[in-house]
């Protein structure tokens, strides 16, 4: 369990570089849009439709839970625990959302994948993390870098990275993210376990690899069954 001292240090550290970045949302006009689903009471705005402001409270700034272990018990070794407006509605039009990442000892990985709306910066609170990101086409550069507890590192928008805990014991880190809903597209997912499937032929040859490979990937991925 991490000390109640690394999580305040977890913590200021994200909030200080997330009021000193730029949003990728939309600026808001108001000063809060608590998000609401009944779009019969309310503004469109944002993607989320607004609570009438004075019906807003506390619980719709709130959400409880991000010092209890993610379970990593899973054939990658991780856990993301994501704070975003799904769970704080009144996230909605401020352009930021956390994450909590667990990590299991010895190769806990959180998988290469991309945020299509948001920059990440990532505190490393616990453990020995291998972290990095690809740079876009041409040059496909790979940037990395070895994270230890109180380390910080940025992943720009849109580009593929990952962490891989290359320590002997559990990690922990905590991510700020430039959106209210950053979303996720993870490359092997997207790739060999997307719903209906892509034509094994394009992939194929996309990758260089055999056909029946490319069968084979796509009926073994763990999404797939699950």
């Given at each position: 369990?991490?000390?109640?001292?690394?999580?305040?240090?977890?913590?200021?550290?994200?909030?200080?570089?997330?009021?000193?970045?730029?949003?990728?949302?939309?600026?808001?006009?108001?000063?809060?849009?608590?998000?609401?689903?009944?779009?019969?009471?309310?503004?469109?705005?944002?993607?989320?439709?607004?609570?009438?402001?004075?019906?807003?409270?506390?619980?719709?700034?709130f959400f409880s839970g991000l010092?209890?272990?993610?379970?990593?018990?899973?054939?990658?070794?991780?856990?993301?625990?994501?704070?975003?407006?799904?769970?704080?509605?009144?996230?909605?039009?401020?352009?930021?959302?956390?994450?909590?990442?667990?990590?299991?000892?010895?190769?806990?990985?959180?998988?290469?994948?991309?945020?299509?709306?948001?920059?990440?910066?990532?505190?490393?609170?616990?453990?020995?993390?291998?972290?990095?990101?690809?740079?876009?086409?041409?040059?496909?550069?790979?940037?990395?870098?070895?994270?230890?507890?109180?380390?910080?590192?940025?992943?720009?928008?849109?580009?593929?990275?990952?962490?891989?805990?290359?320590?002997?014991?559990?990690?922990?880190?905590?991510?700020?993210?430039?959106?209210?809903?950053?979303?996720?597209?993870?490359?092997?997912?997207?790739?060999?376990?997307?719903?209906?499937?892509?034509?094994?032929?394009?992939?194929?040859?996309?990758?260089?690899?055999?056909?029946?490979?490319?069968?084979?990937?796509?009926?073994?991925?763990?999404?797939?069954?699950?």
């Amino acid at each position: 369990m991490m000390k109640g001292a690394q999580v305040l240090v977890a913590f200021v550290l994200l909030a200080l570089a997330s009021s000193l970045a730029s949003a990728f949302d939309p600026s808001p006009l108001q000063d809060f849009c608590v998000a609401i689903n009944d779009a019969k009471n309310g503004v469109f705005v944002n993607g989320k439709f607004c609570k009438d402001p004075k019906l807003v409270n506390a619980e719709d700034f709130f959400f409880s839970g991000l010092n209890k272990q993610g379970n990593t018990s899973n054939q990658l070794g991780s856990k993301v625990t994501l704070v975003n407006v799904e769970q704080i509605s009144g996230l909605n039009t401020l352009g930021i959302s956390l994450a909590r990442v667990d990590y299991a000892p010895n190769g806990g990985l959180n998988p290469p994948h991309a945020h299509p709306r948001a920059t990440e910066i990532l505190v490393v609170v616990e453990g020995t993390l291998y972290v990095g990101f690809v740079t876009s086409n041409p040059d496909s550069r790979l940037i990395t870098k070895v994270l230890y507890p109180g380390d910080v590192f940025v992943f720009p928008v849109g580009l593929i990275h990952f962490q891989f805990n290359i320590g002997t014991t559990n990690a922990v880190a905590f991510s700020g993210l430039s959106s209210q809903n950053p979303g996720i597209i993870t490359i092997a997912k997207a790739v060999f376990g997307s719903n209906p499937a892509i034509n094994p032929e394009v992939l194929a040859k996309a990758f260089q690899l055999d056909k029946n490979i490319v069968n084979q990937l796509q009926s073994r991925f763990w999404w797939n069954n699950s």
